[in-house]
Structure formats: structure tokens, C-alpha cells
């Protein structure tokens, strides 16, 4: 992936790229040469990437700049959306340049100055390019696998579907059949110790949602919530009786860093994403109320400055990575995925790990 403002469509959404992404992002440095501004910057990276993918950048001719047709013309086709209605190669791109100089003006827009004025800014411009665009379109190296040494250890030796660790890392509850009906467990890493904590008496577990997860000083463990009629409990860490928790549409709890306050959506329109005290008092609406989109799965960053979660159709499975402030502040799309985008699990405040399935549709 290269600077975002001058990426192709094709990397923007993540597919193979050849010589004809460079012809693209040749197109984009050259129109803000010529322009003296950038051809899809907007205020986010996010809305700068939908803009390279679904608009078109102003027509020169709508700009302070005065010069040939066929100049645009050649600068509109290294823009193309399509691959395959761009210039091929860059000896076809070249070539297009240097006719230029025997391209008829009849109908160019007006001009103060002669062809032989412009024309030298012009092959100046291509050429300037031509070493500049390497440096900004080409393929950023691959960052680092944050897991490639990690140590993985086996906590069961049966079968769960969803799991969550303790926010000092002591425990670890999961959800499981293992007994019959769907329960809450609870282990102590390293004891070897497998505790069914609800012993049937969960409800209905699982859900398409998250349905188990530790309070934030890691006392209490919170179940239900991961669908619709399911309401969400708290309960000791040692176990005991369940008892209710915010709103009978309350659902997805997380914990900020520091323990004070709770992220959560509930189950009206949209799913709208709340945050509140550690107690649920003094909730906030941060995000959304449109009952087409959705919000789910909210985890908040290390350093407590964002919120993640994912936002979408899950009807369609078109979700995708977003994050947002606490405050409701400056609400950003991540991910230009439109999947089944599920779990996003923070790892330190770069890097957000989430489930989805490859481009190709493999995986969970």
C-alpha cells in the first residue's frame, strides 16, 4: 500500500497491482502539479480512499490552469477508474506526451501563452514525475507479523466458541457445550482447572454477537446480551447468581482501560453505541441510530483514546473496521473490506486484530 492520496483504486481495495497503478498515481501527482491541488484529498484517509474508488476530480478546465484539451484528456485516462481503460504502459503514456506537440489547439481552452510556453512545464512535470511517483505509490514494505513469534498454548482440550481474557491476563472464560447445553467456563492459566460456572442455567448462549467478557477490574464476568431477548448479567468471577446489567437492550460491553467507564450498543434502530460510568450511569450516545447500519462489537484501545468497532449491514455481511472517540468525536472507516468483519481485538495502539473471511470467501 503507498501514500494514500495518490493509491490506486485496485490498491485501495487491496487487489493486485501492476505498471497501470503507477500510471494512476502518475495521473494524481501530475494534476496537483498542474492544479496546485490534490485530485481525492479529503479530511480523513478513509474519505480519501471512497473518493479515489467512486469520484472524479475536478475537470482542468475547472481550475485556475489554461492549457491544451488533449492535455486533460491524457491526464483524465491515467485516472480511470478501470484498469483497463487507463494507459497500458508508460512507453504509451510517453508517447501520448510527446504528441502533444503536434496536437491542434482549435479547440483547446483559452490560452495567454503559446504551446511552446507550456509545453517545456509539461515534459518538466512528466519527467519530475516520472522519478517522484516511485516514492510515493510504490508498494510500502509488508509490516511486521506481530504474531509471527508468538507462543501459542492450548487452554482446553475441548471444544468453545467464543472466549476472553482477564485484564491481567490470570483468566480465561469461554463459552462451551462440553457438559450438554452451552455454559460459561472460567480457567486459571496454568492450573489446568476447567470451572462450568452456570451449570445450564446460562440461557440461551451462544449468540452472532459477543456473549462473554470480564468487568473491568476483572471481578465480576458478564454474560448473555448476543442477540436480541438475551439480557445481559453480570456475576462474580467465583460464581454465583447472575444478576441484570443495564437495559434489557443493553449489549456487547467493554470495558474502558482504566476501568471507568463502559462501551455498549443496544438493540434499537441501528444498534446506537453508548458510553457511560463503570455503573452505566450518565450514558452518551456516541454513534448511530439508522436502522439499516449497525454497531458492533465495540473494544476500546489501550491508551483509552479510541473506540473499535465494527459498522455496516450485517444482513448483507458488508461490515467493515471503524473506530471513533469517546466523546463521539471524529468517527473513522478503517477497512474498505465490506465483509463479515467480526471480534477486533486491539494490540497495543497500532495494530487492531479482527475475523473476517479472505477475498476469496475462505475462512471463518
Not at 512545464?121 to 504474531?147: D, K, Q, Y
Not at 434499537?268 to 450511569?281: I, K, L, S, W
Amino acid at each position: 500500500m503507498g501514500t494514500v492520496g495518490y493509491m490506486s483504486p485496485e490498491q485501495v481495495r487491496g487487489e493486485p497491482s501492476d505498471a497501470r497503478s503507477d500510471i494512476f498515481s502518475f495521473g494524481a501527482v501530475l494534476y496537483e502539479m498542474l492544479t496546485g491541488k490534490r485530485a481525492f484529498k479529503r479530511a480523513t484517509s478513509a474519505e480519501t480512499m471512497t473518493a479515489i474508488l467512486r469520484e472524479e476530480p475536478p475537470e482542468l478546465s475547472d481550475t485556475s490552469w489554461q492549457g491544451p484539451l488533449a492535455l486533460q484528456r491524457i491526464l483524465l485516462r491515467c485516472l480511470e477508474k478501470n484498469v483497463e481503460r487507463r494507459f497500458q504502459s508508460a512507453s504509451d503514456l510517453a508517447f501520448a506526451i510527446e504528441s502533444l506537440s503536434g496536437t491542434s489547439t482549435a479547440k483547446s481552452v483559452p490560452q495567454p501563452r503559446s504551446r511552446r510556453a507550456w509545453m517545456p512545464w509539461v515534459i518538466a512535470a512528466a519527467l519530475l514525475v516520472g522519478t517522484a511517483v516511485w516514492e510515493m505509490a510504490r508498494p510500502a514494505p509488508a509490516p511486521a507479523n506481530p504474531l509471527e513469534k508468538a507462543h501459542f498454548t492450548r487452554v482446553t482440550d475441548f471444544g468453545s466458541v467464543e472466549a476472553a481474557i482477564s485484564p491481567d491476563g490470570r483468566f480465561v472464560a469461554f463459552v462451551s457445550d462440553h457438559d450438554g447445553p452451552f455454559d460459561v467456563w472460567l480457567t486459571q492459566l496454568g492450573t489446568g482447572r476447567l470451572i462450568n460456572l452456570t451449570e445450564g442455567k446460562a440461557g440461551p448462549l451462544p449468540g452472532p454477537l459477543r456473549t462473554v467478557g470480564f468487568s473491568g477490574d476483572g471481578s465480576e464476568i458478564w454474560i448473555g446480551s448476543g442477540d436480541v431477548g438475551l439480557r445481559l448479567r453480570l456475576m462474580p468471577l467465583t460464581g454465583g447468581t447472575p444478576h441484570n446489567f443495564l437495559g434489557e437492550k443493553a449489549a456487547n460491553l467493554a470495558w474502558s482501560p482504566d476501568g471507568e467507564h463502559i462501551a455498549y450498543h443496544n438493540f434499537g434502530n441501528g444498534d446506537p453505541m453508548f458510553v457511560a460510568d463503570r455503573t452505566g450511569a450518565n450514558a452518551l450516545k456516541i454513534f448511530g441510530d439508522q436502522p439499516v447500519f449497525h454497531n458492533h462489537f465495540p473494544t476500546w484501545s489501550p491508551d483509552g483514546r479510541w473506540i473499535y468497532f465494527v459498522h455496516g449491514t450485517p444482513a448483507t455481511r458488508e461490515m467493515d473496521l471503524w473506530r471513533i472517540e469517546p466523546d463521539g468525536r471524529n468517527p473513522e472507516r478503517l477497512t474498505q473490506r465490506n465483509t463479515d468483519i467480526k471480534y477486533p481485538t486491539p494490540s497495543g495502539n497500532n495494530t487492531v486484530f479482527y475475523v473476517a473471511p479472505d477475498s476469496d470467501g475462505s475462512g471463518p
